[in-house]
């Protein structure tokens, strides 16, 4: 089943935003908005730091795959946090990129229903 959930507190946005997010340099905390969620910065336009990308996450979204990268010469990985989110029938997918969000922003960048499916997705683990 799909589960529709916020990322952060952007209540009221439309499905136009559901494919884009928020990129953050784990480097310099550089933030980019409404960034493609398939498609992630691999230069940090601040301070030029380099990512690669490591693994695609399938099945995580329910139509996008979503790139894994890696800030080069480190193990930080990193993802577009996406604005709004559905679900793929891919649970451990969706658990990695949760994981990878409170590790790039916090957990208070989740909102309550994130943090909750978070939360779930864990204890299922």
Known sequence: MLRFYIL???????GV??????W???????TEFMV??????LVCPRCK???EIVKVLEGAHISHSIPVTRLKGT??????AA?????????EAVLE?????VEVFGEDFLSEDAKKWLKILKEEE
Do not use: H, Q
């Open 8 to 14: 952060g507190d952007v209540s009221g946005l439309n």
């Open 17 to 22: 935003f559901m494919t884009m997010g928020i």
């Open 24 to 30: 953050r340099c784990v480097k310099c905390g550089w």
């Open 36 to 41: 493609p969620i398939y498609s992630p910065p």
């Open 49 to 51: 730091a380099e990512y």
């Open 75 to 80: 193990d930080k990985l990193n993802v577009v």
């Open 83 to 91: 604005i709004a989110f559905t679900f793929g029938e891919n649970k």
């Open 97 to 101: 990129y949760l994981k990878i969000i």
